[in-house]
């Protein structure tokens, strides 16, 4: 179409459709200016919770790594612009390759782990000391360089230990440059006080049940939830793990009652088989 052509139709079309000349006709052509990209504030961070490690020298704590790490990746995951790697996953992992729980601590088996889950950081922390108060220790690795970009230590009465997670999540967060909005900061804080487990004693016990469940033992791991439940009752973190050691036990019911059966039915054939072949051995005779 020549020039002259095309300022003609931009005038008819001006006419037309009420824009009053013939640049807001050509504006009409042309549609709409995109909209300018909203970036976020900050990219998604791909996290792995390592379980706690005991160093307090008393063996009777060893459970209370796995249940640290467990309120920490549940806390976290209120979070959008992180991404939690599932503690299913991570034990997993850890299970296939032998791993022992003191050796989180070393950055180079950490690296390892966030590796192999496809983790950008990892959290790997100790359990120091409890008695007279309350210790833990975090640090927050970088996979990709090993490099320790955060470390935290706080400490504090054994009844003081929602206070604890709370200063270690903020500490964590500071460390991967997570920007949190106001938002996101309160529904951070409403998942921590929904998860919330106030004393050491309780916390302990609600890890022995995950030792439990890692452990395939989901009717016992599910007795002692729910008796962790009679002591925390508002805490969703111990509803969920309830519920999903209930049904984890369930579907293990399921398989060992299938297994029964095949084996009756098994032995059953056999049985006829035996018969049938003794039968024709004598019949034959």
Not at 215 to 231: D, H, M, N, P, Y
Not at 272 to 285: F, N, P, Y
């Amino acid at each position: 179409m020549s020039s002259r052509h095309l300022l003609v139709l931009l005038a008819v079309l001006a006419v037309v459709t009420g824009c009053g000349s013939v640049d807001g006709a050509r504006a009409l052509l042309a549609g709409p200016e995109p909209a300018p990209a909203v970036l976020p504030d900050s990219l998604d961070a791909t996290l792995a919770v390592l379980a706690f490690s005991n160093d307090t020298g008393d063996p009777r704590y060893d459970p209370l790594g796995r249940g640290l790490a467990s309120m920490m990746t549940s806390d976290l995951a209120a979070v959008s612009t992180i991404r939690l790697v599932e503690r299913d996953r991570i034990q997993a992992l850890v299970d296939e390759l032998d791993f022992q729980q003191t050796a989180y601590v070393d950055p180079e088996t950490a690296l390892q782990v966030g590796l192999f889950v496809g983790a950008d950081h990892v959290v790997v922390g100790s359990l120091t000391a409890v008695r007279p108060e309350i210790r833990l220790d975090t640090r927050v690795v970088r996979v990709e360089t090993s490099e320790i970009v955060q470390t935290a230590s706080v400490t504090g009465r054994e009844d003081a230990l929602f206070e604890l997670q709370q200063a270690l999540a903020a500490s964590l967060i500071d460390g991967i440059d997570v920007v949190m909005s106001d938002e996101a900061r309160a529904a951070l804080a409403a998942q921590q006080e929904a998860n919330r487990l106030d004393d050491v004693e309780t916390a302990l016990a609600f890890s022995q049940a995950l030792s439990l469940y890692d452990r395939g033992e989901f009717t016992l791991a599910a007795t002692q939830l729910f008796e962790v439940q009679q002591r925390a009752p508002s805490s969703q973190l111990v509803s969920v793990a309830l519920g999903l050691a209930r049904e984890a036990g369930q579907r293990a019911l399921t398989r060992e009652a299938g297994r029964q059966v095949r084996g009756r039915l098994d032995g059953w054939l056999r049985g006829r088989l035996d018969r049938s072949a003794e039968a024709d051995t004598t019949g034959g005779r």
